[in-house]
């Protein structure tokens, strides 16, 4: 159960076009869809249409994922609801882009087209089903991030290609530096945000040993 951990405290930073991590953190802005279905029928997965807009679901992922240099995408992350109830009913991907032109290209293509000409069609007559999503543009130094001892999910999920073709991953340990603390990853202060609380960084210290 402890593959693949990173087993420190790490954050997000993106590299310029030259594969190049800078000093100042969050120093690129970028956009986050966040879009899924929800099954409200008491048949869970079986009810009727969930079969249909699952694999529309997954096709667009994958058609989104094959053509990431197209729409700028940086990354997805996949989650299923089992909270409510245990039949799995709502499934939700977090989609990391590059800016929200991205997004509206993407929108407006034939992979998504497609299942949107079929939800106008059906979804009167599957009226449990309902779809959503919702949309954020984030500016350069209004985002930050932190794991510690995490699986690659979320922003350390991303990637992004440099000019000479390379694929590189935005993580970085943030067990030093600006990226020590929320607003140090902003680029809003000088990392010393918890120099007063009088203790021991238990990261630095896990660092060094």
Not at 48 to 69: A, N, R, T, W
Request: proline content about 4%.
């Amino acid at each position: 159960m402890m593959d693949d951990l990173i087993m420190q405290k790490i954050s997000t930073a993106f590299p310029d076009a030259e594969g190049n991590y800078g000093d100042k953190p969050a120093d690129t802005g970028l956009a986050v869809l966040i879009i899924g279905f929800r099954n409200n029928h008491p048949l869970g997965i079986f009810a009727p249409g969930v079969k249909q807009i699952g694999e529309y679901f997954s096709q667009m992922v994958k058609d989104l994922e094959s053509h990431d240099e197209e729409f700028g995408l940086m990354g997805i992350t996949s989650w299923v609801n089992t909270a409510d109830r245990t039949t799995q009913n709502e499934s939700m991907n977090i989609c990391y882009f590059k800016n929200v032109e991205g997004v509206h290209a993407f929108a407006h293509s034939e992979y998504h087209m497609k299942a949107w000409k079929w939800w106008n069609v059906y979804f009167k007559q599957w009226s449990h089903m309902s779809i959503y999503h919702e949309m954020y543009s984030v500016p350069k130094g209004n985002w930050e991030s932190i794991y510690v001892n995490s699986h690659i999910n979320g922003l350390p999920s991303t990637r992004v290609k440099g000019d000479d073709g390379l694929w590189r991953s935005p993580i970085v340990s943030a067990s030093s530096g600006l990226l020590k603390t929320s607003a140090g990853r902003m680029s809003r202060s000088k990392a010393t945000d918890h120099d007063n609380l009088k203790f021991v960084d238990p990261y630095a210290t896990a660092e060094k040993s």
